[in-house]
């Protein structure tokens, strides 16, 4: 059965930073697709930032860019997510997501085009506080 670990979440004041990780562990296909979602209450699931494993294209919500960096540690499946310059408005529950798949398919779940990823971690809260 394979699985998501995640860590890494917590509560900062604006400004500050976090590093998020997910782990992909005992999964019969490797991954290739790995990225995060956030969804904050009363709003709508939003793709953060994803890399694909091949190539490492990377995908990042314009919302985090130049402010987010993913990156992939492939020898362990692991993915990190640096956040800098955190603002309030990113609060929001974080969730990792994978997939073996393609890298169009890759990018459009997290674009929120109506792809999904077939696995998903339990998830870890971010909150900022101004």
């Known amino acids: 059965q394979g699985q998501l670990t995640e860590s890494g979440g917590g509560s900062v004041k604006a400004g500050e930073s976090l590093r998020l990780s997910c782990a992909a562990t005992?999964?019969?296909?490797?991954?290739?697709?790995m990225g995060w979602f956030r969804q904050a209450p009363g709003k709508k699931r939003e793709g953060v930032a994803a890399?694909?494993?091949?190539?490492?294209?990377?995908y990042y919500a314009d919302s985090v860019k130049g402010r987010f960096t993913i990156s992939l540690y492939k020898a362990r499946d692991t993915v990190f997510l640096q956040m800098t310059n955190l603002k309030p408005d990113d609060t929001a529950e974080y969730y990792c997501?994978?997939?073996?798949?393609?890298?169009?398919?890759?990018?459009?779940?997290?674009?929120?085009?109506?792809?999904?990823?077939?696995?998903r971690g339990q998830g870890t809260q971010v909150t900022v506080s101004s």
């Open positions: 005992g999964y019969t296909y490797s991954t290739n697709c």
């Open positions: 890399i694909y494993f091949q190539g490492e294209d990377t």
């Open positions: 997501a994978a997939d073996s798949a393609s890298l169009s398919w890759c990018l459009s779940a997290f674009r929120g085009e109506g792809k999904d990823l077939a696995y």
